[in-house]
């Protein structure tokens, strides 16, 4: 796939501040071009965790003029262990300057259907567009069965053209109940970033790359249509893959 970049790092832990350094390029590069607001979108999994230790740690940073959404949610009260707001909350949000009013969190107190609309508004409002929202950067991580944000193999919401937030409500991975952005707003992005590290992720990171039998997979539907894609993986996930890949040393900048 043209633009695609597949960035191989020898553990997680080299993984990690690269991702960090990648954020704060395009973030420095959003604000410098007059922009408003760097607009991120974050996910759960592993995410939390990289995020977490790696961005307090970049020296300086500058993030009260960040706009962070989420990707996807869990339609659970933010104090539930399950919620990804809660957990950035707690373990990211508050070690940076981000603004309580510059977080677009979901409202989970809404029915599922109704969330995902008041979500979609909350996009609206903040992108000051009834369009389409282009998020500067997303950050994505990819489940064993090739899901990304909370788009299921096989799903209806696949199709979907029209909505930019999405409600699922017969989530195959638990809790059921979500609020998802859609693929036209995924594919809209500046710059999207999966992060998949582990031997677990070997296989289908491989089928999903270099393609194999069966339906597409979520993941590969993701190709942003004017914006830059990166892949970034430990040497574990990559182990299988016969594609060229790019392998980043300790203080790589991508
Ligand atoms: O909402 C969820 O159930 C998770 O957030 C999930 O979608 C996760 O992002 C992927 O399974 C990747 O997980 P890892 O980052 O742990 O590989």
Same mark, same amino acid.
């Given at each position: 796939?043209?633009?695609?970049?597949?960035?191989?790092?020898?553990?997680?832990?080299?993984?990690?501040?690269?991702?960090?350094?990648?954020?704060?390029?395009?973030? &420095?590069?959003? /604000?410098?071009?007059?922009? +408003?607001?760097?607009?991120? =979108? *974050?996910?759960?999994?592993? !995410?939390? @965790?990289? #995020?977490?230790?790696?961005?307090?740690?970049?020296?300086?940073?500058?993030?009260?003029?960040?706009?962070?959404?989420?990707?996807? &949610?869990?339609? /659970?009260?933010?104090?539930? +262990?399950?919620?990804?707001? =809660? *957990?950035?909350?707690?373990? !990211?949000? @508050?070690? #940076?300057?981000?603004?309580?009013?510059?977080?677009?969190?979901?409202?989970?107190?809404?029915?599922?259907?109704?969330?995902?609309?008041?979500?979609?508004?909350?996009?609206?409002?903040?992108?000051?567009?009834?369009?389409?929202?282009?998020?500067?950067?997303?950050?994505?991580?990819?489940?064993?069965?090739?899901?990304?944000?909370?788009?299921?193999?096989?799903?209806?919401?696949?199709?979907?053209?029209?909505?930019?937030?999405?409600?699922?409500?017969?989530?195959?991975?638990?809790?059921?109940?979500?609020?998802?952005?859609?693929?036209?707003?995924?594919?809209?992005?500046?710059?999207?970033?999966?992060?998949?590290?582990?031997?677990?992720?070997?296989?289908?990171?491989?089928?999903?790359?270099?393609?194999?039998?069966?339906?597409?997979?979520?993941?590969?539907?993701?190709?942003?249509?004017?914006?830059?894609?990166?892949?970034?993986?430990?040497?574990?996930?990559?182990?299988?893959?016969?594609?060229?890949?790019?392998?980043?040393?300790?203080?790589?900048?991508?």
């Amino acid at each position: 796939m043209p633009g695609r970049r597949v960035v191989a790092f020898v553990s997680a832990a080299e993984l990690g501040p690269a991702l960090a350094r990648l954020i704060v390029s395009r973030a &420095e590069k959003a /604000v410098s071009s007059g922009a +408003p607001s760097f607009s991120l =979108g *974050l996910s759960g999994g592993s !995410l939390v @965790s990289i #995020l977490s230790k790696e961005l307090p740690a970049v020296p300086d940073l500058d993030c009260s003029r960040w706009l962070v959404g989420f990707c996807d &949610e869990r339609l /659970v009260p933010y104090d539930d +262990p399950e919620s990804t707001y =809660g *957990l950035y909350k707690n373990q !990211l949000f @508050s070690k #940076l300057n981000l603004p309580d009013d510059r977080i677009l969190a979901i409202n989970p107190s809404l029915p599922v259907q109704q969330c995902a609309e008041d979500y979609a508004s909350k996009l609206s409002k903040a992108f000051n567009t009834q369009e389409t929202p282009v998020f500067d950067m997303l950050l994505l991580g990819m489940g064993p069965d090739g899901h990304t944000c909370s788009l299921f193999p096989e799903h209806p919401l696949l199709q979907e053209k029209q909505k930019t937030v999405a409600s699922i409500s017969d989530s195959p991975k638990p809790p059921p109940q979500r609020v998802t952005l859609t693929l036209p707003v995924v594919n809209a992005a500046r710059c999207v970033v999966f992060v998949s590290t582990g031997g677990s992720k070997a296989s289908v990171l491989k089928a999903l790359l270099e393609g194999g039998d069966g339906p597409v997979l979520p993941a590969a539907l993701v190709a942003p249509t004017q914006g830059e894609l990166f892949w970034l993986v430990d040497e574990p996930a990559a182990a299988s893959l016969t594609l060229d890949v790019e392998r980043a040393g300790p203080g790589a900048k991508l």
